[in-house]
């Protein structure tokens, strides 16, 4: 859509054109596309609640991008085209501002996963001077909303705050070979090394053994928490 517009011609979209559409972690185009996309949306979507007494639109990165690419008098004027170009131009400048001020002036320096990351909280680290006690450091992530292995943002903060955190693969002819996976660990207590060593492997999109029968359990099982009254 955007090889349409004016914007076609701007040579510091030059590879942003040539982006393979990839929300990776380290790609600064990724990182462009969701400021950007984000920036869009909210102005078609005050264009719209504007026209509709003032009503929040909620809009799909689908309706966004046919909107965009079949622009109409109802969401852009008389001049569609000219309006849904200068919008673009608008919120081009608009997002790279904004990932100025988020990631510094050197765009070669900006990544997705520096803005979207995972951020595991204990329910205690409100507490005073607790949160590197208790908080496992934040994980750069990939995605987004709209992805495989969705990893959504929500308002104004880009990092991730839905998505799942637990998976399972269960083999019902031999229960010994399911996998699973949780995060950021098997144990709630700060401190134990079980605390937050899944946390790599759900980052990886990797798994551990869950352990079913008896043998298989007590095969792999390290510690054992005896609780008496």
């Known amino acids: 859509m955007l090889r349409t517009t004016p914007l076609a011609a701007?040579?510091?979209l030059a590879g942003f054109l040539r982006w393979d559409g990839r929300l990776?972690?380290?790609?600064?185009?990724?990182?462009?596309?969701?400021?950007?996309?984000?920036?869009i949306t909210r102005e078609i979507a005050a264009r719209i609640s504007k026209d509709h007494g003032g009503q929040h639109a909620d809009l799909s990165p689908k309706t966004v991008l046919r909107m965009l690419s079949h622009p109409d008098s109802?969401?852009?004027?008389?001049?569609?085209?000219?309006?849904?170009?200068?919008?673009?131009?608008?919120?081009?400048?608009?997002?790279?501002?904004?990932?100025?001020?988020?990631l510094g002036a050197d765009a070669s320096k900006w990544s997705w996963g520096t803005l979207h990351v995972m951020q595991f909280r204990h329910a205690l680290d409100r507490l005073t001077d607790t949160t590197r006690t208790l908080d496992p450091a934040p994980v750069p992530r990939p995605g987004d909303g709209y992805t495989v292995n969705a990893t959504f943002s929500d308002g104004?903060?880009?990092?991730?705050?839905?998505?799942?955190?637990?998976?399972?693969?269960?083999d019902?002819?031999?229960?010994?070979?399911?996998?699973?996976?949780?995060t950021p660990g098997q144990s709630?207590?700060?401190?134990?090394?079980?605390?937050?060593d899944l946390l790599p492997l759900w980052d990886a999109g990797?798994?551990?053994?869950?352990?079913?029968?008896?043998q298989a359990v007590d095969a792999a099982t390290i510690d054992t928490l005896l609780i008496e009254p």
Not at 188 to 196: E, L, V, W
């Open 10 to 12: 701007d040579a510091t």
């Open 24 to 39: 990776a972690r380290e790609s600064a185009d990724a990182a462009l596309y969701e400021v950007w996309l984000r920036a």
């Open 74 to 102: 109802d969401a852009f004027g008389a001049d569609a085209a000219g309006a849904r170009n200068t919008l673009l131009g608008t919120t081009l400048a608009a997002a790279r501002r904004e990932l100025g001020r988020l």
């Open 156 to 170: 104004d903060s880009w990092g991730q705050v839905d998505g799942a955190t637990y998976r399972e693969i269960l």
């Open 172 to 182: 019902t002819s031999d229960w010994d070979r399911s996998l699973a996976i949780n």
């Open 188 to 196: 709630g207590q700060p401190g134990s090394r079980h605390y937050s």
């Open 206 to 214: 990797r798994y551990f053994p869950l352990a079913y029968s008896r």
